[in-house]
Nanobody, 115 residues
């Protein structure tokens, strides 16, 4: 079955960096786009970054220039490098893919930016 397992979240000070990873299994990873979403307390889940099967990327305006999404089709992993973190980046971050019109989510990993 499709599984997405995120890791790498934690507590970081403003201006710091974190690298999130999502390990995918149960499907032909290299054939599907992958994305990262986040959900802050009291807010709707929002798209952070996405990467296509050809490596094209797009980002939310709020993270452009600070976050980088990448994928490793050998290891079946997608990563999110987050630099220059801000208080407003605090959220649960989710890995997502869509197969045959069905959406799959990971369990999420908490990122807290605090001094």
């Amino acid at each position: 079955q499709v599984q997405l397992v995120e890791s790498g979240g934690g507590l970081v000070q403003p201006g710091g960096s974190l690298r999130l990873s999502c390990a995918a299994s149960g499907f032909a990873f290299s054939s599907y786009s992958m994305s990262w979403y986040r959900q802050a307390p009291g807010k709707e889940r929002e798209l952070v970054a996405a990467i296509t099967i050809t490596g094209n990327t797009n980002y939310a305006d709020s993270v452009k220039g600070r976050f980088t999404i990448s994928r490793d089709n050998v290891k079946n992993m997608v990563a999110l490098q987050m630099n220059s973190l801000k208080f407003e980046d605090t959220a649960v971050y989710y890995c997502r893919t869509m197969l045959l019109s069905r959406t799959y989510w990971g369990q999420g990993t908490q990122v807290t930016v605090s001094s």
